[in-house]
């Protein structure tokens, strides 16, 4: 079955380092999207990404993140400078349109633990 | 915006039956997804409810009242393996992303 992939599976940086975090969707998906888990804490949504624009994004999503689907295949989450608090488990998913009133589910990567140190 | 509510934890004995809960509200509404997520992975998807009812899909189960702003996933014959978090996520239909709660520890113990 087709899946998502994320690399590296665990980032350690320095505080102010900038980091880029891996995504490829599966092939045929459209939709793309961010999300992170502090430990202990719940799935928080940063952003999705559709026709090569940010669809929608958060309030944490903010001007020291960016996206990019620099080929065909990947689809890249960079944070320009960063903070102790950014460390977090990083998701990436994606998902294909629904059809009619059908929603379809997002399929996640396994994840990038980002440790700042 | 959105408001999910679910128990934080919840503690089941194997072979038992658990149902797991979830008020919403939200800014329109396209569905409920569940998701389970077990410790240090990423979220896998269960079920999805578009319409009132129970959608059955092997020993899991879920059900959705729209009206009510109520769901519920139904885990039965339960087993060790289905210890994990169970993540509700209703849909808003102006939008393609999902916002999740903060979602039902399970605990099953032998």
């Known amino acids: 079955e087709p899946e998502v992939t994320q690399t590296p599976s665990h980032q350690v940086t320095q505080m102010g380092q900038e980091v880029i975090l891996r995504c490829v969707p599966i092939s045929n998906h459209l939709y793309f999207y961010w999300y992170r888990q502090i430990l202990g804490q719940k799935v928080e949504f940063l952003v999705s990404?559709?026709?090569?624009?940010?669809?929608?994004k958060s309030e944490i999503f903010d001007d020291q993140f960016s996206v990019e689907r620099p080929d065909g295949s990947n689809f890249t989450l960079k944070i320009r400078s960063t903070k102790l608090e950014d460390s977090a488990m990083y998701f990436c998913?994606?998902?294909?349109?629904?059809?009619?009133?059908?929603?379809?589910?997002?399929?996640f990567g396994n994840g990038t633990r980002l440790t700042v140190t | 915006g959105q408001n999910i509510d679910q128990p934080t934890e919840m503690t089941a004995t194997e072979g038992a039956i658990v149902q797991i809960n979830c008020t919403y509200q939200?800014?329109?509404?396209?569905?409920l997804f569940w998701y389970q997520q077990h410790a240090g992975e990423a979220p896998t998807f269960l079920s999805y409810n578009v319409l009132d009812g129970l959608e059955e899909k092997g020993r899991f189960s879920s059900f959705l009242s729209r009206s009510k702003g109520y769901s519920y996933l139904l885990l039965k014959e339960l087993q060790m393996k289905d210890s994990a978090s169970y993540l509700c996520?209703?849909?808003?239909?102006?939008?393609?992303?999902?916002?999740f709660g903060s979602g039902t520890r399970l605990l099953v113990r032998p």
């Open positions: 996520a209703p849909k808003e239909d102006s939008s393609y992303k999902l916002i």
């Open positions: 990404f559709y026709n090569n624009e940010i669809s929608e």
């Open positions: 998913a994606s998902s294909v349109p629904g059809t009619g009133m059908i929603s379809s589910p997002l399929h």
């Open positions: 939200t800014s329109g509404f396209n569905g």
